[in-house]
T-cell receptor
Framework: GESVGLHLPTLSVQEGDNSIINCAYSNSASDYFIWYKQESGKGPQFIIDIRSNMDKRQGQRVTVLLNKTVKHLSLQIAATQPGDSAVYFC????????????FGQGTELSVKP | GAGVSQSPSNKVTEKGKDVELRCDPI?????LYWYRQSLGQGLEFLIY????????KSGLPSDRFSAERTGGSVSTLTIQRTQQEDSAVYLCASSISGGLDTQYFGPGTRLTVL
């Protein structure tokens, strides 16, 4: 069935280091994934997305990698900054209609100065 | 331009009372979604609107939950006879026309049922 899950609930990194947040999915037919960032007290904010015809997509300081063989994707944040502290969710659209999003549990990223 | 707005930002109610939560989507967005986020949990889909119609209500947890959208814009989520397990943050999102269009989220309404 459709499900998206995360490996670790929390991640603590030193400012300036790179962060890697992982996500696994179960449906081999899944073909589109989105990463959202949610800061405390705010709604989720779109970061980056990737389609299954790609293995890698880069944004500003962020890179998403997709490994369809093992049904795994990751979000890499380069030179992590205190402003990156947030909960990160991977999500995929439900495939019935409308595009409702199915979210994973989330990984809380904490950046130490 | 303005993003998605929700009101109230916080709502405290007593068990058994009815509550109404409001969402103002981004102007021109035909698709509107409601999600629920319980403490420390991911987001759970509740209902999807395309215009004023709700083709997907599959996430509404019980018949105490209902939602409407008028004028293809503002949406109201109503919870009747609230229970303590309804305590959560209720998030609204809108997108240009649904499907794979990017969803933009509001700040949410934190509901606490005493």
């Amino acid at each position: 069935g459709e499900s998206v899950g995360l490996h670790l609930p929390t991640l603590s990194v030193q400012e300036g280091d790179n962060s890697i947040i992982n996500c696994a999915y179960s449906n081999s037919a899944s073909d589109y994934f989105i990463w959202y960032k949610q800061e405390s007290g705010k709604g989720p904010q779109f970061i980056i997305d990737i389609r299954s015809n790609m293995d890698k997509r880069q944004g500003q300081r962020v890179t998403v990698l997709l490994n369809k063989t093992v049904k795994h994707l990751s979000l890499q944040i380069a030179a992590t900054q205190p402003g990156d502290s947030a909960v990160y969710f991977c999500a995929e659209p439900g495939y019935n209609q409308g595009g409702k999003l199915i979210f994973g549990q989330g990984t809380e990223l904490s950046v130490k100065p | 331009g303005a993003g998605v707005s929700q009101s109230p930002s916080n709502k405290v109610t007593e068990k058994g009372k009815d509550v109404e939560l409001r969402c103002d989507p981004i102007s021109g967005h035909t698709a509107l979604y409601w999600y629920r986020q319980s403490l420390g949990q991911g987001l759970e889909f509740l209902i999807y609107f395309q215009g004023n119609s709700a083709p997907d209500k599959s996430g509404l947890p019980s018949d105490r939950f209902s939602a409407e959208r008028t004028g293809g814009s503002v949406s109201t989520l109503t919870i009747q006879r609230t229970q303590q397990e309804d305590s959560a943050v209720y998030l609204c999102a809108s997108s240009i026309s649904g499907g794979l269009d990017t969803q933009y989220f509001g700040p949410g309404t934190r509901l606490t049922v005493l």
